[in-house]
């Protein structure tokens, strides 16, 4: 299951097929860029699916002359899929990473798609960014990497920035309150990546890799940091095993 979006450029991933010595802290960097599209299709469940319905939101959502942004845009596939549903004049999408080696991909996977919308692909972290006249923000599996301690600041940021009636589509790794239902997803999720050809050697030295750099929350905790930073209409529009996305609307 790849991203039909970047499949031109597919290389599939082996990058902790064989064992390491010592599992460093994942990165988004020049080796991951070059199989990112194979490992994110194979690795969260129902990420084809979310990025299926991404025109239809944007075409629900986006008003003409507003801002679109895709915060932590990898390769930009949810920038590709906005973009072909984005029917209003006047809009432009922001896509911003700050890894430099996925900006570059991205700046030219989204040349190659151009369409009367244009496309801004921005090398900044998320967090220092200007947010401004925002119709749809997009943050596609990014918030669990952010610090902690940023991520109210950050979704205050995204609140301000939106029009009224404006939509944050945030998607997660979320963890469950209860742990018998925690482990049961974790042990979902694995069977998904088995069933799509990673070996246990190669979950859990990504796991490992992992640990400390995606900090997952639950569900809970997420709508009640979006409700206090203004968002009143928030809830769940899509959930497969613990990978969920939300809709908070201004
Ligand atoms: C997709 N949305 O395919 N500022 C900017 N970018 C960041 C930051 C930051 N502070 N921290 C991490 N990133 C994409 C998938 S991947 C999710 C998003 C994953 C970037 C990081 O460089 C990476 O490209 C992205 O956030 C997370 O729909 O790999 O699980």
Redesign the pocket.
């Known amino acids: 299951m790849n ?1 039909p979006e970047n499949k031109d450029t597919t290389i599939q991933d082996q990058l902790y097929s064989w064992p390491r010595e010592a599992i460093t802290d994942f990165a ?1 960097d020049e080796s991951v860029v070059k199989v ?1 599209a194979d ?2 299709g194979r ?2 469940p129902g ?1 084809a699916t979310l ?1 299926s319905m991404f025109p239809v939101l944007a075409r629900y959502f986006v008003t003409a002359d507003s801002r679109c942004y ?9 920038t590709l899929a906005i973009q072909q549903g984005i029917g209003e004049p006047g809009v432009e999408i922001i896509a ?4 430099l080696a ?1 900006v570059e991909k991205c700046r030219s996977l989204t040349a190659e798609h151009q369409t009367k919308t244009d496309v801004t692909v921005m090398q ?4 220092e960014l200007d947010i401004c006249r925002a119709s749809l923000v ?5 918030l ?3 610090a902690e301690e940023l991520r109210q600041s950050l979704i205050k940021k995204i609140y301000t920035g939106l029009k009224t009636g404006g939509a944050f589509v945030l ?1 997660e ?1 979320i963890k469950s309150k209860s742990s018998a239902e925690h482990e049961r997803l974790t042990s979902l999720h694995h069977a998904f990546k088995k069933a799509n050809g990673y070996s246990d050697l190669e979950i859990s030295q990504k796991r490992s890799a992992l640990e400390n750099v ?1 900090i997952a929350e639950t569900v809970e905790q997420h709508i009640s940091r979006l409700k206090l930073a203004g968002f009143t209409e928030v809830f769940v529009w899509f959930q497969c095993f613990n990978f969920v996305s939300f809709i908070a609307i201004k």
């Open positions: 991203n988004f990112f490992m994110i690795s969260v990420y990025l895709d915060l932590g845009c990898s390769l930009g596939a949810a911003v990473d700050n890894s996925m900044a972290d998320i967090c997009i943050m596609n599996f990014t669990q990497f952010i998607s790794k995606l």
